[in-house]
């Protein structure tokens, strides 16, 4: 299926989360510090730019929330402004298209998107003079607001020219650089003659410059090109629809006629800023994706056999490393201080995987490992066989009681029982105690009758500096109970709200509050929301299942097989005085 990255910028998804590394944004992913559940991760404004988020897929948008303005929760005599505007948009991964019932459906959530008052309106413009002149609707009694009627010829004399004047000199200005939202539009008569006019809303003013009206207030301007400056609507198209529609700040569902095409690529919106009692204020959107598709583990395990896609190389780790003699077209075992093994599992893609024949065998170059190994010492795996990829499916089927209980689950102690045997296989000191982290914490959970493992200890082993843990994690499929169904007052939110009223009361205030305005799921009747749904890395599994086409081929020479782009074939195959063809069929 096809695929965009969530923001502009990156070539990659690997090189897009290497430049979250350090921030808070992925290690936010299946857990957080405080010891709750988290299904997503967070992309801030530092990863997005101007440019704002775009969908990742193909799909239809299901559900919704615009916020017409952002929202305000109370924090002690403080009103804090956060937003709950969302989307949740559905998608089908149909691998072979001849094999529609192995396809998946899932779902992308875009949650704490800007609201609609973050942009210019539908008919956004730039006042481009250096002072324009406001105008208020005229007092005469027959005065014509709508103007000149279009497409009449009406002479400018006798009471035309009251019915059809110019609206009234307020006296006040625009100073230039002031963004407003055209509402209206209209021509009048001004000294004789037809002028056109618009009638605007101020969206925002510069700053230290005066303006005669404030933000949300309206008048009329003249509507010349060369006072004022059209633009073009920054609105996601979505959000248009929505904001046709007039229902803000509720949940919105839609089915049949009424859903709202996406495509991969198209933009949704921007981070929206969320300010939090005691930290500083933060502008970031929350990206989750799930599925409550029956087909999953069927899909993850590649049970129908499906056999589309770029394959892979899977090398694993202890296998004697080797070095090509070009002269001599042999391989030797890398011997003395050069001698090596390989590190670690490692997945190279078959398509970029430098290959040669030699001593009758066929080798490949794994360019992580810097040496050779013999195809025996490989694996060739399908695309879609994401359980062989290392994607590792744990379930916690029970609906939590407690959040503050979050971290007593099963999935997680499963999950610390990988890592500690993955980085026992390690080498480095810091590898080593990493080990010792991960087994203390382990005969904690299996000795400790009360297991009062804290939140920060889980989530510090969760999100450790090592790649090889980053790249466990992140393939970790977890079919838990989502944290976008129960409000403040429910029993799993109560315990922890209560505890925090009785040491932080304000911050405690402004979580209930800020709780109950962002959960949407009891709303949307097409989510189970009864049932545990299974929660995906957003930028991995996407990257997983993405099908990507080559621009290379593979060019057999004496002395390997190498990759060149298909243009450079073309450009040699010509030089050699090969010409294309076509080919058909005569009957």
């Not at 010891?35 to 730019?49: E, F, Q, T």
């Not at 704490?112 to 210019?120: H, I």
Request: aromatic residues 10%; glycine residues 8%; charged residues 25%.
């Amino acid at each position: 299926m096809k695929t965009e990255l969530p923001v502009d910028g990156y070539a990659s998804a690997h090189a897009l989360m290497e430049a979250m590394q350090g921030t808070n944004g992925d290690t936010f992913w299946l857990a957080k510090a405080e010891g709750h559940w988290h299904g997503g991760i967070h992309l801030k404004d530092s990863i997005s730019g101007t440019s704002g988020f775009r969908s990742m897929t193909d799909g239809h948008i299901v559900a919704y929330r615009l916020n017409d303005d952002y929202l305000r929760a109370p924090s002690g005599p403080k009103m804090l402004k956060f937003t709950s505007t969302f989307i949740l948009i559905k998608s089908t991964c149909t691998p072979d298209a001849d094999k529609p019932a192995d396809a998946l459906d899932f779902y992308t959530l875009w949650m704490q998107l800007s609201p609609l008052s973050k942009y210019g309106g539908d008919r956004p413009a730039l006042v481009t003079a250096s002072s324009l002149k406001v105008r208020q609707n005229s007092a005469e009694s027959r005065w014509a607001r709508g103007g000149i009627p279009a497409g009449h010829s009406v002479n400018a004399s006798g009471e035309n020219l009251s019915l059809y004047g110019v609206p009234v000199d307020s006296g006040g200005t625009l100073p230039r650089g002031t963004e407003v939202e055209i509402l209206e539009e209209a021509s009048f008569f001004l000294k004789r003659r037809a002028s056109p006019f618009v009638f605007v809303r101020v969206i925002s003013v510069p700053s230290g410059k005066n303006s005669s009206l404030a933000v949300g207030e309206t008048g009329w301007v003249s509507g010349l090109g060369k006072y004022l400056k059209r633009q073009p609507s920054t609105i996601p198209g979505w959000m248009q629809k929505a904001k046709a529609r007039g229902e803000f700040n509720q949940v919105v569902t839609l089915a049949g006629d009424d859903l709202i095409a996406v495509a991969a690529g198209e933009k949704i919106g921007h981070a929206g800023n969320n300010e939090s009692p005691g930290v500083a204020p933060c502008a970031f959107s929350h990206l989750e994706i799930f599925s409550q598709d029956s087909r999953f583990p069927d899909f993850v395990e590649n049970k129908a056999g499906l056999s589309v896609g770029e394959k892979l190389l899977r090398s694993e780790a202890g296998k004697t490393l080797w070095q090509y003699r070009e002269r001599e077209n042999r391989f030797v075992a890398m011997e003395g201080e050069s001698a090596r093994q390989t590190s670690d599992r490692q997945f190279t893609k078959l398509t970029d995987a430098k290959k040669t024949e030699a001593d009758g065998r066929l080798w490949y170059f794994i360019e992580k490992e810097n040496g050779w190994l013999p195809a025996s010492d490989v694996t060739e795996i399908e695309h879609y066989d994401l359980a062989e990829r290392g994607f590792v499916m744990l379930v916690q089927e029970e609906p939590p009681t407690d959040v503050t209980k979050g971290f007593q689950e099963s999935w997680l102690r499963e999950a610390y029982g990988k890592l500690e045997v993955h980085s026992a296989k390690q080498n480095g000191m810091y590898s080593l105690s990493l080990t010792e982290y991960y087994q203390k914490r382990l005969r904690k959970w299996d000795l400790d009758g009360d297991q009062k493992l804290s939140g920060y200890e889980i989530w510090r082993g969760l999100h450790c500096r090592e790649s090889w843990c980053r790249d466990i994690v992140q393939r970790l499929l977890v079919k838990h109970h989502s944290e976008w169904l129960h409000d403040a007052d429910s029993a799993r939110w109560r315990p922890r709200l209560a505890e925090l009223s009785k040491r932080y009361p304000t911050i405690a205030q402004y979580n209930h509050a800020h709780i109950n305005a962002l959960v949407w799921m009891k709303d949307v009747p097409e989510i189970r929301s009864g049932e545990a749904l299974w929660h995906m890395h957003p930028l991995v599994f996407l990257d997983a299942i993405t099908r990507k086409f080559s621009d290379t081929i593979d060019f057999q020479t004496s002395l390997g097989i190498y990759k060149i782009s298909k243009k450079s074939a073309d450009l040699i195959l010509k030089a050699e005085g090969y010409q294309k063809i076509s080919l058909c069929t005569s009957r």
